[in-house]
């Protein structure tokens, strides 16, 4: 489980394909202090650590992951934001994020407004119901809030520190993100459905 706030950003320094996976080197300030094993947040994808050199570790995706993210994307130089699991016994400045990616987006619009920065994103319609005005979703890990939300796309507000000290600076437009939409919304959709049946 994680927060969706971003504690440093990796860079992606090797690619080993494996089969119909993947496997990653990340460089980061907080790879040394991982453990084998570690579920650690890439872009909001939860993934195992499976090795540690210095400040890098190694991470593997399957078939199944790298089709639904954006992973398929990762290329050496690339830049990963990196979340370390939740630890339940202090503030969660963020909201409850499983790692688990629903969704990929396209972006569609980036306007620079004076000192901050106001992303438009496009996604399939059929997850309309779980994107509500003010509302919570995790972009490439990131937690935001969701304003002039439509069928099919919704903004979100950028403040600086979150420019800086994240991957949104290197998000273009056409660029995919990962999804991962509100928990809590999600139970209350699945919850409606069944009492519909």
Same mark, same amino acid.
């Given at each position: 489980?994680?927060?969706?706030?971003?504690?440093?950003?990796?860079?992606?320094?090797?690619?080993?394909?494996?089969?119909?996976?993947?496997?990653?080197?990340?460089?980061?300030?907080?790879?040394?202090?991982?453990?084998?094993?570690? +579920?650690?947040?890439?872009? /909001? *994808?939860? #993934? %195992? @650590?499976?090795?540690?050199?210095?400040?890098?570790? !190694?991470?593997?995706? $399957?078939?199944?992951?790298?089709?639904?993210?954006?992973?398929?994307?990762?290329?050496?130089?690339?830049?990963?934001?990196?979340?370390?699991?939740?630890?339940?016994?202090?503030?969660?400045?963020?909201?409850?994020?499983?790692?688990?990616?629903?969704?990929?987006?396209?972006?569609?619009?980036?306007?620079?407004?004076?000192?901050?920065?106001?992303?438009?994103?496009?996604?399939?319609?059929?997850?309309?119901?779980?994107?509500?005005?003010?509302? +919570?979703?995790?972009?490439? /890990? *990131?937690? #935001? %809030? @969701?304003?002039?939300?439509?069928?099919?796309?919704? !903004?979100?507000?950028? $403040?600086?520190?979150?420019?800086?000290?994240?991957?949104?600076?290197?998000?273009?437009?056409?660029?995919?993100?990962?999804?991962?939409?509100?928990?809590?919304?999600?139970?209350?959709?699945?919850?409606?459905?069944?009492?519909?049946?």
């Amino acid at each position: 489980m994680f927060t969706g706030i971003i504690e440093t950003v990796g860079k992606v320094i090797d690619i080993i394909p494996k089969g119909s996976n993947r496997s990653f080197w990340i460089e980061s300030s907080l790879s040394f202090s991982f453990t084998i094993d570690q +579920s650690v947040s890439h872009d /909001g *994808i939860c #993934l %195992t @650590v499976e090795e540690i050199r210095g400040n890098q570790h !190694k991470i593997t995706a $399957i078939d199944e992951t790298l089709k639904k993210t954006s992973l398929e994307s990762w290329a050496k130089g690339s830049m990963v934001n990196i979340e370390r699991s939740l630890v339940m016994n202090g503030r969660l400045d963020g909201h409850l994020v499983q790692g688990h990616i629903d969704t990929t987006g396209t972006c569609i619009n980036i306007k620079e407004k004076k000192g901050s920065w106001e992303y438009e994103f496009q996604f399939h319609k059929k997850f309309a119901a779980l994107v509500i005005e003010k509302g +919570s979703i995790c972009i490439n /890990g *990131i937690s #935001l %809030t @969701v304003f002039d939300v439509k069928k099919k796309s919704f !903004k979100v507000a950028i $403040i600086p520190y979150t420019f800086e000290y994240t991957n949104m600076k290197e998000i273009k437009n056409g660029d995919r993100v990962n999804l991962e939409f509100d928990m809590i919304g999600k139970y209350l959709i699945r919850r409606l459905s069944l009492i519909e049946k």
